[in-house]
Structure formats: structure tokens, C-alpha cells
T-cell receptor, first 114, second 112 residues
Framework: QKEVEQDPGPLSVPEGAIVSLNCTYS??????FMWYRQYSRKGPELLMY??SSGNKEDGRFTAQVDKSSKYISLFIRDSQPSDSATYLCAMSVWGQGGSEKLVFGKGTKLTVNP | DSGVTQTPKHLITATGQRVTLRCSPRSGDLSVYWYQQSLDQGLQFLIQYYNGEERAKGNILERFSAQQFPDLHSELNLSSLELGDSALYFC???????????FGQGTRLTVV
């Protein structure tokens, strides 16, 4: 079982839709959870960063972490064509000696159609 | 702009050659990571440095090496290049290891 699983998609939605992107993980030691957006052939851009379980909102984006289920989500409200990109989840554990790591999902490719 | 600078942006070189990719982390970030991303593939972790010392190694080939200098910039050296080494190479930095990482725009390497 991979440490981080992310459905590669592709996911295609109409403009204005609510998008739900998800990752599951197996390592209960993960402490930090991140979402990145990567446009084609560009560097990943950090969108959301959270430490605890629960929801974190930033504009049209909401990150949700459920540590009990080992499941994280990114919701995009009122999706726009400019949101078309690949979204990568990432999670990490730090400060625990040899088990420190930062692991990325493979990414979900999203297309928002006008 | 993430604050992480990578040079050069593009590099075309022949098989068997050696190249050096350079990364300047965000001001104050002590941790630097290198990743390789081939066409339509995920990020492959290569190596990580923290304050000048190697912290973690991923799937880095023996033909590849890296270092982080006292001013915290980092270089990734790729030698005996093969066609399969053509990829995007990203550098990322974070203030402490394994927390939020900020990526540069990458170096696109083409080996012909």
C-alpha cells in the first residue's frame, strides 16, 4: 500500500461547479498536510497548509483533514477555467528522527470548462 | 513568485555531458529539496539538504550529486547524461525540514 494515494483523474467539470479533490494516506504519523497547484510545465504552487484536523478556508478554497480516517480533501467553490491545473496533495512528519519525510501524491488533473 | 530562484530555466545538452543546476532558496529557509519530474509524471524526490548537510536521499542516481553551500544556495550536478534524464528539475525550500515547501519554476533539461 502506498503511503499517499491520489486519484489521477482526469476530472472535468463545468465552470461554477464545486470541485472535490481527495487523498488518502496510511502513515498515521503525518502531521502537516498541504495542497499544491501545478500549471503545465510550471513549479508547484502552495495553496493550503494545515497542521490539525478540521477545515481551513482561504477564499474559494477549503482544505479538510480527517486524521481519524486518514483522509484529506480540497474543495474549490465556484470553479473557474483558470483553476484548470494538476493538484497535488502532500503530507509530512517532522521532528521524529529517522521517520521524517515529505511525501507527495501523484496529482489529479482538473479541467474546468467554460 | 515563491521566492525560490532556479537557473538556468532551460538547458539543452548532448548525451554524455555534465551540467549544473543552481537553486537559491527563499530568504531564511535552511532546507532545500531537489525533485525530478518527467513528462506527465509525478514528482520524484532526489535529495534534501538542511543548513549545509545532507538530510535525506531519494531515488537519486549515482551519476547525480548535489551540495548546499554556506550561503544556503544549492547545486545539483548531473553527469554522463542520458536521453532519459530529460525532465523538469525542481528545487524547493522550507524554513524547517518537512513543513511547507515552496518551489522554484524549475529547470527544463533536454538531452539530445
Amino acid at each position: 500500500q502506498k503511503e499517499v494515494e491520489q486519484d489521477p483523474g482526469p476530472l472535468s467539470v463545468p465552470e461554477g461547479a464545486i470541485v472535490s479533490l481527495n487523498c488518502t494516506y496510511s502513515n498515521s504519523a503525518f502531521q502537516y498536510f498541504m495542497w499544491y497547484r501545478q500549471y503545465s510545465r510550471k513549479g508547484p504552487e502552495l495553496l493550503m497548509y494545515t497542521y490539525s484536523s478540521g477545515n481551513k478556508e482561504d477564499g474559494r478554497f477549503t482544505a479538510q483533514v480527517d486524521k481519524s480516517s486518514k483522509y484529506i480533501s480540497l474543495f474549490i467553490r465556484d470553479s473557474q477555467p483558470s483553476d484548470s491545473a494538476t493538484y497535488l496533495c502532500a503530507m509530512s512528519v517532522w521532528g521524529q528522527g529517522g521517520s521524517e519525510k515529505l511525501v507527495f501524491g501523484k496529482g489529479t488533473k482538473l479541467t474546468v470548462n467554460p | 513568485d515563491s521566492g525560490v530562484t532556479q537557473t538556468p530555466k532551460h538547458l539543452i545538452t548532448a548525451t554524455g555531458q555534465r551540467v549544473t543546476l543552481r537553486c537559491s532558496p527563499r530568504s531564511g529557509d535552511l532546507s532545500v529539496y531537489w525533485y525530478q519530474q518527467s513528462l506527465d509524471q509525478g514528482l520524484q524526490f532526489l535529495i534534501q539538504y538542511y543548513n549545509g548537510e545532507e538530510r535525506a536521499k531519494g531515488n537519486i542516481l549515482e551519476r547525480f550529486s548535489a551540495q548546499q553551500f554556506p550561503d544556503l544556495h544549492s547545486e545539483l550536478n548531473l553527469s554522463s547524461l542520458e536521453l532519459g534524464d530529460s525532465a523538469l528539475y525542481f528545487c524547493a525550500s522550507s524554513p524547517v525540514p518537512y513543513t511547507e515547501a515552496f518551489f522554484g519554476q524549475g529547470t527544463r533539461l533536454t538531452v539530445v
